[in-house]
């Protein structure tokens, strides 16, 4: 390798906080981003990253070196794009991840919208209910609900979503509407993917008393809506039913806070024109589908 490749494996390895996550993002073998960085230490004549069996992180000089490394492959990414033109105009392949559900509900029309606004871009949706690793797995952006965990991703909120308990008219005359959270034991509950809450102070039942348990938030909407009990779901995916009279939530003053929505990203020295455009459009789009949403139904605060 070269200087300047020597010098991007050393940020792609400090900023990922392990040679394999580096690897992969870099599409280099463990062993090629070890011997890099190794290389670039001796010609140095410093230590660079202290390695521990669960992290590695730089030293002091690291810290200095990182910096001056990172702009100086600021300006040389700035210039090879200027010169080709990049800057005007958004191009290449952007990589969207989301939850199977809210990929179909909202974030699929404003891609749509996005790929004709933006004719040289071509967009992969990765659909997926499980975690996805944006820098191991080549994710530009993702959209995630709830409260992020610790992390080195850039967020930007765009909304909030609310979960709520809902049932259909039908089962709700059939079995009585609950009157406070311990009147669910009584009912037929379905779990989606472990979602409903155990029992607390406020006597929410376990989920463990629900008989039917899927891990599919559709599947477990529409056997609400046939009359087979009262589930968990998020706002989104049940505003269409509650609007149409399909679903009623139940228990909305005991219903918990709203939990947002973010559109998060790995940091980078430059955010690309793709990204940077794909962010500008969904902060917008998703803030108006949220906000809808998200009037829909009676929500009060929760009761203590």
Do not use: C, W
């Not at 011997?35 to 390695?51: F, K, P, Q, S, T």
């Not at 995916?237 to 228990?251: H, I, P, Q, T, W």
């Amino acid at each position: 390798m070269d200087r300047l490749q020597t010098m991007e494996v050393f940020v792609a390895v400090a900023e990922a906080g392990g040679f394999a996550k580096a690897a992969a993002r870099l599409r280099l073998s463990p062993p090629a981003v070890t011997r890099a960085v190794v290389a670039l230490e001796e010609r140095l004549g410093v230590r660079l990253l202290n390695r521990t069996t669960r992290s590695v992180v730089p030293t002091e000089a690291g810290l200095r070196f990182l910096e001056s490394a990172r702009q100086l492959l600021a300006q040389l990414e700035l210039a090879e794009r200027e010169a080709a033109g990049e800057m005007a105009e958004p191009s290449g392949t952007l990589t969207v991840s989301a939850s199977v559900t809210f990929a179909r509900h909202a974030v699929s029309p404003v891609i749509r919208e996005y790929l004709h606004a933006h004719p040289r871009v071509a967009v992969s949706l990765m659909a997926s209910d499980r975690l996805v690793q944006l820098v191991e797995e080549g994710v530009d952006v993702a959209v995630r609900i709830g409260e992020l965990p610790d992390s080195a991703l850039v967020a930007r909120q765009v909304g909030t979503v609310r979960r709520m308990l809902v049932a259909s008219p039908g089962y709700l005359a059939r079995a009585g509407r609950p009157q406070a959270p311990a009147d669910l034991a009584g009912h037929a509950l379905i779990d989606f993917n472990g979602a409903l809450p155990g029992r607390d102070q406020r006597g929410v039942p376990a989920r463990a008393s629900a008989r039917y348990h899927v891990n599919d938030a559709a599947s477990a909407i529409q056997a609400a809506e046939e009359g087979e009990g009262i589930t968990l779901a998020l706002s989104y995916a049940v505003a269409a039913s509650l609007r149409d009279g399909r679903l009623e939530e139940v228990l909305p003053a005991h219903a918990p806070p709203p939990v947002p929505v973010r559109l998060v990203y790995p940091p980078a020295r430059l955010v690309a024109p793709k990204l940077r455009a794909f962010l500008a459009l969904a902060s917008v789009r998703l803030a108006e589908r949220l906000s809808g949403d998200l009037a829909v139904g009676s929500f009060q605060p929760a009761q203590e």
